[in-house]
């Protein structure tokens, strides 16, 4: 089992940042990617970024790409979400997830993971 919980969410104003942090416990050796997601009230949740194992070659949803970054430090089992230049469309529940898939093509869904986190709010006014 695998355990994650976020933190760093809250209100901020459009342009600003914030950046989330996952903290990983558990059998996480047993993990490949690492996801963010986030869900708005009344949509899907929706994928916003991905990192394998290594930290290399991170991947986003169009809607972020430029403005959030996707990091790891798997000495300390944390997973973060820089989020710069925010727009209050970017308000939603982030939610971290780990996967025990080793192919990247998984990460982009919901479904290619297997363990999620509690969420946290963020909440950007304009």
């Known amino acids: 089992q695998v355990q994650l919980v976020e933190s760093g969410g809250g209100l901020v104003q459009a342009g600003g940042s914030l950046k989330l942090s996952c903290a990983a416990s558990?059998?996480?050796?047993?993990?490949?990617?690492m996801g963010w997601f986030r869900q708005a009230p009344g949509k899907e949740r929706e994928f916003v970024a991905s990192?394998?194992?290594?930290?290399?070659?991170?991947a986003y949803a169009d809607s972020v790409k430029g403005r959030f970054t996707c990091s790891r430090d798997n000495a300390k089992n944390m997973v973060y979400l820089q989020m710069n230049s925010l727009k209050p469309e970017d308000t939603a529940v982030y939610y971290c997830a780990a996967s025990l898939s080793p192919y990247p093509s998984t990460w982009y869904s919901g479904r290619g993971y297997n363990y999620w986190g509690q969420g946290t709010q963020v909440t950007v006014s304009s």
């Open positions: 558990g059998r996480t050796s047993s993990t490949y990617g």
């Open positions: 990192i394998s194992r290594s930290g290399s070659n991170p």
